[in-house]
C-alpha cells in the first residue's frame, strides 16, 4: 500500500479499462480503451459540452458563461491573429483544436478524486509524438501545395553572406527535422517532471508518518503542505503554458510553411 | 564497466544548465525590457514564449540523451 502511494511512476501506468476476457480484438488489434483514452475522450466530451453549454442561446451582449467561451476563443484567435495574421485564418479551427486539446488534458490531470489518480495522456510520449508529427506532416503538405519548389527556399534564409550560407543551410536543414522531437520531448517531459515532482514531494507525507509517528508526522507534514500548493500552483501554470507554447510554435511553423525563406 | 551510461546520463544533464541560464536571459531581458516601456510588453509576449520554448528545447534534447542513456543504450541497467 504504502509502495504503491509513494511510488512516483505509478500514475503513468496505462492499464485496459477492461479485463483479459472482455477485450475488443478487431481484425487482430487490440482496441480495447484504456485509461490515455478514457481521459482523452472525457477530455473531448468536456470541450464540446463547455462550448455548447456556453454558446446556447447566444446573446449580442455577453453574460457569464458565454464570455468564458469567448474568452477562451478569443485568445487563441489572438495568437493566431499575432503570428499569421490574415493567412492563419483557414487554421484557426485546427490550432484551436490543439491548444484545447491539451489545455484540458493537462488541466483534467492535475485533479484527483474519489476514483483515484487521473490520467494525463500528455505524459506519454507516444501521444504527443503523434500529435508533432502531425503537425510536422501538415507543415511539409501545406508548404509544397502552395509554394511548390520554392518552399525548400525555407532552408535558405535570405539576407545571409555567400560565404557562410551552406553554414546556415546545413543547420537550417537539422532544425526543421529536429522540430517533432523538440515539440514531443518538450510537452512530454514537462508533464511528466511536473507530475513526477508533485508526487516525490507528496510522497514525503507518508514517510513523515511512518518515521516521527502518528502526531509527529502529522505536523511536519503540515510544513510539506505549503511547498505542495505551491508547486501544484505552478504544474496548473506549465499545464497552461505548454498547451500555450504548442499551439504558438504551430503557428510558427505553418507560418513558416506559407511565407518560406524569411 | 558497468553503470559508465549512468554517469553519462548524469553528464547529459548538464545541457539543462545551460538551458536554464538561457532562459533566466530571456525572461530577465524581457523583464527589464518591460519595466523600460510597458506599452509594448504585451505585443512581445508571444515573441518571449516562442524564445522560451526553442532555447528549453536544447535542455530537452539533453534529457533525451540522458534518457536513451538510462534505458535504450546497449547494456542499460534499467527498464
Not at chain 1, 505524459?123 to 506532416?137: K, R
Amino acid at each position: 500500500m504504502l509502495q504503491v502511494a509513494t511510488d512516483p511512476m505509478h500514475q503513468f501506468k496505462v492499464e485496459w479499462l477492461f479485463p483479459e476476457n472482455a477485450h475488443w480484438i478487431v481484425g487482430g488489434y487490440n482496441i480495447t480503451p484504456t485509461n490515455s483514452a478514457l481521459w482523452m475522450g472525457i477530455a473531448v466530451l468536456f470541450i464540446l459540452g463547455f462550448f455548447a453549454w456556453s454558446m446556447s442561446r447566444p446573446k449580442t451582449v455577453p453574460d457569464r458563461k458565454q464570455s468564458m467561451g469567448e474568452i477562451w476563443y478569443g485568445f487563441v484567435a489572438g495568437i493566431v491573429k499575432d503570428v499569421n495574421h490574415e493567412d492563419g485564418k483557414p487554421f484557426l479551427p485546427l490550432i484551436f483544436t490543439i491548444f484545447s486539446f491539451i489545455f484540458v488534458t493537462n488541466m483534467f490531470g492535475m485533479f484527483s478524486g474519489p476514483w483515484g489518480h487521473t490520467f494525463t495522456p500528455m505524459s506519454h510520449v507516444a501521444v504527443t509524438g503523434v500529435m508533432a508529427l502531425f503537425v510536422f506532416a501538415l507543415v511539409i503538405v501545406i508548404g509544397i501545395f502552395k509554394n511548390g519548389f520554392k518552399f525548400l527556399k525555407i532552408f535558405v534564409p535570405s539576407g545571409i553572406p555567400l560565404i557562410i550560407l551552406w553554414f546556415v543551410v546545413i543547420i537550417e536543414i537539422f532544425s526543421f527535422f529536429s522540430r517533432p522531437l523538440s515539440l514531443a520531448m518538450r510537452l512530454f517531459a514537462n508533464m511528466l517532471g511536473g507530475h513526477v515532482a508533485l508526487k516525490v514531494f507528496a510522497g514525503f507525507v507518508p514517510q513523515l508518518v511512518v518515521g516521527l509517528g502518528l502526531l509527529g508526522g502529522v505536523m511536519a507534514a503540515l510544513l510539506v503542505m505549503p511547498l505542495l500548493i505551491s508547486i501544484t500552483a505552478l504544474e496548473l501554470l506549465v499545464a497552461f503554458l505548454q498547451a500555450y507554447v504548442f499551439a504558438i510554435l504551430t503557428c510558427v511553423y505553418l507560418n513558416d510553411a506559407l511565407h518560406p525563406g524569411h | 564497466m558497468e553503470g559508465l551510461n549512468l554517469i553519462g546520463a548524469g553528464l547529459a544533464c548538464v545541457a539543462m544548465g545551460g538551458a536554464g541560464i538561457g532562459v533566466g536571459t530571456i525572461f530577465g531581458n524581457y523583464l527589464s525590457a518591460a519595466i523600460r516601456n510597458p506599452s509594448a510588453a504585451q505585443q512581445q509576449f508571444g515573441n518571449l514564449i516562442f524564445g522560451f520554448a526553442v532555447t528549453e528545447a536544447l535542455g530537452i534534447f539533453g534529457l533525451v540523451i540522458s534518457l536513451l542513456l538510462i534505458y535504450a543504450a546497449p547494456g542499460a541497467s534499467a527498464g
